[in-house]
Every structure is written in structure tokens, then in C-alpha cells.
């Protein structure tokens, strides 16, 4: 019954700035490590940032190193990703990623589309 619905995807041009939500619902959102990934056309999932339940650790891959920053508002059982300075690579499906800390159960969002156009 854990649900994550992203929000917040779009088209834009490259510099410019977006930030996505993920909503979490069914669940304790103070219990779980958080993290977001990305597919572009024809490529594998990959890892963009994580962090975790307590919310001091957090890794970045080193291509949005500097530019992206992740969040989270436990009030709202929402998790942030803030992206700065995009890029037409930065092009994907982002996708929302939740692990249980208690049972490690996993879960995902339905992804939201980020298009940057140059």
C-alpha cells in the first residue's frame, strides 16, 4: 500500500532550473532511505542521488555533482530534487525510489519526464 508520485518534470532550455517532488503515502516517510534515478531513451536506470532515513547521508552520481541537490520535508512526506544549471544529457525519465529501512522493501514512483532542450 506504499505509493511515490513524482511531480514537477517539464521542458526546458539548457541553464535553466527545475524541482521534482516525490510524494510518499502508506507509510512512515521518517522510516525510509530515499533516492532518485533516471532512464534516458535507450540507456539503463541509473543512480542520481540518495538519502538516507535520517537525512545526514547524502551521495550524489558525479555527473550532477554541484548542480542538483536532494531533499526532503518530513511534515510533508515529501521528497526534493532541486536541479540547477541543466543540461541536454540531464534528459530522462526521473523516477522516485523508497527502502524501508525495517524489512528493506523497495518501491517506485511512475516517473516524471525532464526534457532540456539546447
Known amino acids: 500500500q506504499v505509493q511515490l508520485v513524482e511531480s514537477g518534470g517539464g521542458l526546458v532550455q539548457a541553464g535553466e532550473s527545475l524541482r521534482l517532488s516525490c510524494v510518499v503515502s502508506?507509510?512512515?516517510?521518517?522510516?525510509?532511505?530515499m533516492g532518485w534515478f533516471r532512464q534516458a531513451p535507450g540507456k539503463e536506470r541509473e543512480f542520481v542521488a540518495t538519502?538516507?532515513?535520517?537525512?545526514?547521508?547524502?551521495r550524489y552520481t558525479d555527473s550532477v555533482k554541484g548542480r542538483f541537490t536532494i531533499s526532503k520535508d518530513n511534515a510533508k512526506n515529501t521528497l526534493y530534487l532541486q536541479m540547477n544549471s541543466l543540461k541536454p544529457d540531464d534528459t530522462a525519465v526521473y523516477y522516485c525510489?523508497?527502502?524501508?529501512?525495517?524489512?528493506?522493501?523497495?518501491?517506485w514512483g511512475q516517473g516524471t519526464q525532464v526534457t532540456v532542450s539546447s
Open positions: 538519502i538516507n532515513w535520517i537525512g545526514m547521508e547524502i
Open positions: 525510489h523508497a527502502e524501508k529501512i525495517t524489512d528493506a522493501s523497495t518501491y
Open positions: 502508506g507509510g512512515t516517510f521518517s522510516s525510509y532511505n
